[in-house]
Structures are given as structure tokens and as C-alpha cells.
């Protein structure tokens, strides 16, 4: 059965970093995409990052490249991608969710993690 779980979340203060964990089980890295996603509170969920099966990297809109300083990655051995992220404002603060899919994951992929919390806040 194909799973996946996201750690690595918690309380950072603005300006600071954080790296986020999507542990894959049920599927190997090279077979699926994964994407990052999160939902502030009141607002809809908005795609961050995402690495195809072949390690190709895309950002899912320019407006959340210039919010704040991503970079994704994966380790095959692991099962593992991980989501580093730094420059972190406030308005950073969300549920962080990681998705799978044939391709860069949507709203409708089917497979979701649980979502880690992260807050930025002083």
C-alpha cells in the first residue's frame, strides 16, 4: 500500500530554516512524483514544489518562488524527498503536505501524506 509521511515541521522564527521530510513507502521514488503542497489556515492549498520520478525539478508558481527560499530533493536509498526551505516569513506558516502522482501531483492526486505543521513566528 502506497504511503507516504511528512515530518520535520515545528516552530521557527521568521528569517529562519526548515527541512521537510516525505517518506515514501509501497512505491519507489523512480516510479512516482512527489509533490510539495501547503494550506494556511483560511486559504486554499497552493502547490510549492515538485521532483518527477526522473529527478527533474519544477516550482509550481513563480509566486511562491519569490516568497521564501525552496529546494527539493530526494535520496533514492531512502525512499525519502525532503523539502529544505529558508528565509522563512510568517506568512510561511501552514500545514505542509506531500502528494504523489504518475506526474507532478494536483489537488486530485490521489495519494496524500498527513501534513506537518509548520509556524513561523517570533
Known amino acids: 500500500q502506497l504511503q507516504l509521511v511528512e515530518s520535520g515541521g515545528g516552530l521557527v522564527q521568521p528569517g529562519g530554516s526548515l527541512r521537510l521530510s516525505c517518506a515514501a513507502s509501497g512505491f519507489a521514488l523512480d516510479d512516482y512524483a512527489i509533490g510539495w503542497f501547503r494550506q494556511a489556515p483560511g486559504k486554499e492549498r497552493e502547490g510549492v514544489s515538485c521532483?518527477?520520478?526522473?529527478?527533474?525539478?519544477?516550482?509550481?508558481a513563480d509566486s511562491v518562488r519569490g516568497q521564501f527560499t525552496i529546494s527539493i530533493s530526494r535520496d533514492i536509498v531512502k525512499n525519502t524527498v525532503y523539502l529544505q526551505m529558508s528565509n522563512l516569513k510568517p506568512e510561511d506558516t501552514a500545514v505542509y503536505y506531500c502528494?504523489?502522482?504518475?506526474?507532478?501531483?494536483?489537488?486530485?492526486?490521489?495519494?496524500w501524506g498527513q501534513g506537518t505543521q509548520v509556524t513561523v513566528s517570533s
Open positions: 521532483i518527477t520520478n526522473s529527478g527533474a525539478v519544477k516550482i509550481y
Open positions: 502528494a504523489a502522482d504518475d506526474a507532478c501531483p494536483t489537488g486530485e492526486s490521489k495519494y
